[in-house]
Each structure stands twice: as C-alpha cells, then as structure tokens.
C-alpha cells in the first residue's frame, strides 16, 4: 500500500511539475486502477491533467489509461471541465478558484509534444491555457465528430498557429473525416485570410503523411503526394504570409517529389527559421543522392544563427550512400564545437556513421540520455550500426581463419 501510494503521489508530482516524460514512465508501472486512483483532492490523474491545461500531460494519461467516465465533484467529466475552463477563460477560473487578487504572471511556454501555450501563476497557482487544443483531443473518444467548418473555426479563433488548438484541430479534421477532408482543404487555398490558407495547407499535408503511415511498403507513395505538389508548387510562387509558406515548404518537404528540389533549395535561405528548418528536412534526400546543390545548400546551412536550422542541417547527412565525402565530413567536424550540444552530438553520429573518429569524444564525454532529447536516436542508430560492422568484421575473419 505504502508503494501504491508512493507512486500516486509521485505521478501528481510530476503532473504538477508538467513532466509528461516522468509522468509516462510512472504510469507504464502503474496498474489502471493506480493510474486512476482518486486524490485526495476527489480528482483522478486525468482530471488534475486536465486543470493544469497541458495538452501533452492529458494525452499521455489518456494512452496509459486515463477513466474518461470519471466525474469530479463538481460533476464534471474530463472533457466537460476542459470545455469549462476554456469557456469561463484559464485567467476568469484561476482568479475563482484561489480567491486572489492582483496581478497575474504569465509566460509563454513551448512544449515539444504539445504546442504553445500561456503559462499563468496567481495565489500560488500555475496553469496552462491549452483546454481548447483538450477538448478537441477528448471530443472522438466521447463520440463526439465535428464537423470540417467547426474545426477551421476552432482553428481561427486562435491567431497564434503556433498554439496547441492548431496541431489538435488539423489532426482532429482527420481523425473524423479521412481522405474525404482532401477537397474541403483544397478548397481554402485561393481564400483571402491567410489563416483558412494555413489550415488547409496543413490538413493536406496531414493527409499525405497519414497516407504514408498506413502504407504496407514505406517505399509506396501516398496517391495523394503527386496531388500535394501540383497544387503547391504554384500555390508556393504566389504566397505572401510567412506562416502559409512555411506549411507548404514542410508539404513540399514530406512529398519526396524531384519537382520540390529546386524551390526547396531557395527556401533553405528564407529569413524565417522555421521555414529553412523544414527545407532541409526536404534537402535530406537529394543530398543523400549526392546532388551537388542540395549538398552545398546543406553544408551552408550547418552554420546558421538559429541552432533549430543548424540541428536541421546535420540530420539532413544522416542518410546516404557508402562513399566518404570529404566536404561533407570536413563541414559536419566544423561543428563539434557548436554551443548546442543536441548540434554537436549530432554531427559526432554522422561523422562515427561514416567511421570518422573525430566526433568520439563528443560521445564518450555524454551522460545518461534525457528520453526527450533531440539526439537519442541518433545515439540508438549509431550503436546498432557499430554492432552490425562488429559482426561483420567477426564474420571476415572466421572465414579468414577457415581458408
């Protein structure tokens, strides 16, 4: 009983502290019955998830068995209480439930998993402003289907498309129409507000990439991945908004279409980050085919301002053929020194992938490995190629031995 409750009180812990990567490897320990235990509070874990208004913390607790039928005193179920809370205003409901007054402190707050949001302290009280990006979460498993008009308008009701409510209402379109969301997003990109633009951009690449993840072969191309570059190559040489071009370069990027090489190659150079960021992702391909372009376009790139667009540019050289390239070498040791260490981990894997010994002491002077951090991966990848040559070598010399 004594551990029962040690874990309870360590996953509220974690809850509170919106450590969704803790939280998870609680639960994976914990029974259901645990994982929905009642505090003392008369709320379940998914419940408290829900108050704090972290989208990633309710969708964890929901994958690892979070009772959606459980009501909360106030009689509230979890999407009820989402629906409150976004409803009355994250500011309105804090300022009732403390009883404070004054000034609140608030802070934009980025979470990997789960978009942007407003982070809110008052009378000692933190929370997140994430409940609509909940709600639509919560809403198919209450069988609850939205329509495609209510979920753009859901969408546009929040100018920041960087918040949470984005990423939940593009994929939520999905989750409830299917393919048959493909012309209702087409059909937003001649619109004159660049944010229906957005939305549609962003559910037709969804669509595409959702397409691929359901192939049987990851080499068979989504039906839909021709018709994604028709429609974006010219939607692309006309559109204004930075935030609509950074959508179509990110389509163009998971399109893995020849056609997209060229106009990738000049958005690797825009002036917004997130823009050049997904170019290279794009870029990845014809450098792993040695385009000479796209290589050189790469290696530019491994010395950006912004450590998000250089992370980019070493993942890029991750694929490719067998040959040792010197400029590609050369430039990925350049960056072993990088201020960011997810940038010099990185480019000591590419260089160990292409058994260049200069990145080894990036990777001998580690730590234990955060489950969240850009480079595990990689580090993953890189032991199982070195116990892959291992074999190999082991191999050649027992049929050395034998002739």
């Not at 509230?76 to 309105?92: V, Y």
């Not at 969804?206 to 570059?229: G, K, Q």
């Not at 429609?231 to 040489?237: N, V």
């Not at 790469?298 to 040959?323: H, I, N, T, Y």
């Amino acid at each position: 009983m004594a551990e029962q409750d040690d874990k309870a009180r360590l996953l509220l812990a974690a809850l509170d502290a919106y450590d969704a990567r803790f939280a998870d490897e609680l639960m994976l320990e914990m029974t259901p019955a645990e994982v929905n235990e009642v505090g003392p509070d008369g709320r379940t874990p998914l419940l408290r998830a829900v108050d704090l208004g972290s989208y990633a913390l309710v969708e964890r607790v929901v994958d690892r068995g979070g009772d959606l039928t459980f009501r909360g005193a106030d009689g509230r179920d979890a999407l009820a209480l989402a629906w409150h809370w976004h409803e009355t205003g994250a500011e309105a409901e804090l300022r009732r439930r403390t009883g404070a007054t004054g000034p609140v402190e608030r802070e934009r707050v980025e979470d990997r998993f789960g978009g942007a949001s407003e982070e809110l302290t008052f009378g000692g009280v933190t929370v997140r402003d994430g409940h609509a990006a909940i709600a639509t979460y919560l809403e198919p498993d209450y069988g609850i289907a939205r329509t495609f008009g209510e979920l753009l308008a859901r969408a546009l009701a929040e100018p920041d498309v960087d918040r949470a409510v984005w990423d939940a209402t593009t994929y939520a379109v999905h989750a409830h129409h299917g393919l048959a969301a493909w012309d209702m997003a087409v059909a937003l990109h001649g619109r004159p507000d660049p944010l229906e633009r957005y939305f549609g951009a962003e559910v037709l690449r969804f669509i595409v990439i959702a397409d691929r993840l359901n192939e049987v072969d990851e080499d068979d191309e989504s039906p839909y991945n021709t018709p994604l570059v028709d429609l974006f190559l010219p939607w692309l040489e006309r559109e204004t908004d930075r935030r609509v071009i950074r959508a179509l370069t990110a389509g163009l990027s998971n399109a893995r279409d020849p056609r997209a090489d060229e106009p990738l190659l000049a958005l690797s150079r825009s002036d917004d980050a997130d823009t050049r960021t997904w170019a290279l992702s794009g870029l990845s391909y014809p450098a792993a085919a040695n385009c000479p372009e796209a290589v050189a376009a790469v290696v530019e790139r491994l010395g950006d301002e912004d450590p998000r667009v250089r992370q980019a540019a070493v993942a890029a050289f991750m694929w490719g053929p067998a040959e040792r390239s010197s400029v590609i070498a050369d430039a990925l040791a350049e960056r072993l020194t990088d201020e960011d260490l997810d940038v010099r981990v990185m480019a000591a894997v590419r260089l160990a992938l292409r058994d260049d010994p200069r990145g080894d002491g990036v990777i001998a002077g580690l730590g234990p490995v955060d489950e969240e951090t850009w480079y595990r991966w990689d580090l993953a990848t890189l032991s199982a190629y070195r116990r892959r040559r291992a074999e190999e070598k082991e191999a050649e010399a027992g049929a050395a031995t034998e002739r």
